[in-house]
C-alpha cells in the first residue's frame, strides 16, 4: 500500500515515520509514503502557495495550482476516471466526515491514498471539486494543519495491514474491533470485544497483581473463561456507558448485553439508551 502526503512541512514526518509499527511496515516494504514538498509545484521565486481569500476574512487559502499541479505528479488517475476500490484522494479538512475505525478498515483495503494537509484558513475548494474523494476530520476541532490529522489517518490504516502488527488479533479484538465476541478458539483467552457492537475496550491488567494497594480484580486470575468473557462483556459496557455513551444507540447487543448493559446502567445511574 502506498501514502502519498502532499504538505508544506514534509519533515514534519520525519519522527512519525522512524518510530513504531509505521517504520516496521515501511522497512518490511508493506507499506510506502512518499512526501512531496507543496512548494516544489510554485512557479514563482518566492514560492508562494498561499493568498487571501476572495470575499474577504481572516487568514489565508492554499493556492489551487500548486495542489493541482502536485498531485498530477502522481499519476493518480482523474477523479471521474479513479477506481474508489483502488485509489483515493483526500483532503483533510475540520470541515471533512469523521475519521473512524471503520473509515480506517476501508482505507486499508486501498491500494493507494494521497493525503492533503490543508493549512491556513483551508485550501481552494476547486482542489476538493476537482480531485478529491473525500474530505477527513479528525475530531470536532480546529488543529493548525492537517499534518497530525494525516499521521493519525496513516497510523490508524498502516496498522489493519496484514503482517504489520505482531499479533493479526490485536486490530480486531480491541475498542471499535471489527470480530464477533464469542469467536474465541479452542484454548485462546476468552474474546469480550464485539466489533459490530463498536464498545470501547474493556480495562487490562498485567503484573504484579497488586500495585499500590489496588489488586488485579479476582475473577481475572480464577481461571474461569465464562466468568472472564462475562466481566470483560460487562467492564466493555462499563468503560462505553461512561466515555462514549454515544456509541450504544447505534449498538448490535445480544439479550445477554442488554441484561449486563441494564445492570451497569443502574450501578452507574445512567438511563439506558439501547
Not at 3 to 19: R, V, Y
Not at 22 to 28: F, Q, S, Y
Not at 34 to 49: A, G, N, S
Not at 164 to 175: K, R, T
Request: glycine fraction near 10%.
Amino acid at each position: 500500500m502506498r501514502f502519498d502526503i502532499l504538505t508544506i512541512f514534509p519533515a514534519f514526518f520525519d519522527g512519525f515515520l522512524t518510530h513504531g509499527v509505521v517504520r516496521r511496515a515501511l522497512e518490511n516494504g508493506i507499506v510506502q509514503c512518499e512526501r512531496h514538498d507543496l512548494r516544489d509545484f510554485t512557479i514563482d521565486r518566492h514560492r508562494t502557495v498561499d493568498d487571501r481569500p476572495f470575499g474577504g476574512g481572516e487568514g489565508m487559502v492554499l493556492k489551487p495550482e500548486p495542489l493541482a499541479a502536485a498531485i498530477e505528479s502522481l499519476g493518480v488517475s482523474a477523479k471521474a476516471e479513479r477506481d474508489p476500490a483502488r485509489d483515493s484522494v483526500i483532503l483533510l479538512s475540520a470541515q471533512g466526515e469523521r475519521f473512524t475505525q471503520p473509515v480506517a478498515r476501508g482505507l486499508a483495503r486501498l491500494e493507494r491514498v494521497v493525503l492533503i494537509c490543508g493549512r491556513y484558513e483551508g485550501v481552494d475548494e476547486r482542489v476538493n471539486t476537482l480531485f478529491c474523494d473525500r474530505e477527513l476530520s479528525i475530531g470536532d476541532y480546529v488543529l493548525t494543519g492537517g499534518e497530525l490529522a494525516a499521521a493519525i489517518v496513516m497510523d490508524a490504516t498502516t496498522r489493519l495491514l496484514p503482517g504489520v502488527l505482531g499479533n493479526e488479533a490485536s486490530s480486531a479484538y480491541e475498542s471499535f474491533g471489527a470480530v464477533d465476541a464469542g469467536a474465541s478458539e479452542k484454548g485462546e483467552p476468552p474474546r469480550s470485544t464485539h466489533g459490530s457492537g463498536g464498545l470501547l475496550d474493556y480495562p487490562h491488567y498485567t503484573r504484579p497483581a497488586e500495585f499500590r494497594g489496588l489488586a488485579v480484580p479476582e475473577v481475572l486470575c480464577g481461571g474461569d473463561h465464562a466468568a472472564i468473557r462475562k466481566w470483560r462483556r460487562e467492564q466493555a459496557l462499563l468503560k462505553t456507558i461512561r466515555n462514549r455513551p454515544d456509541l450504544l444507540k447505534d449498538a448490535d447487543l445480544s439479550k445477554l448485553d442488554r441484561a449486563l448493559l441494564e445492570k451497569a446502567m443502574r450501578e452507574s445511574g445512567k438511563a439506558s439508551t439501547a
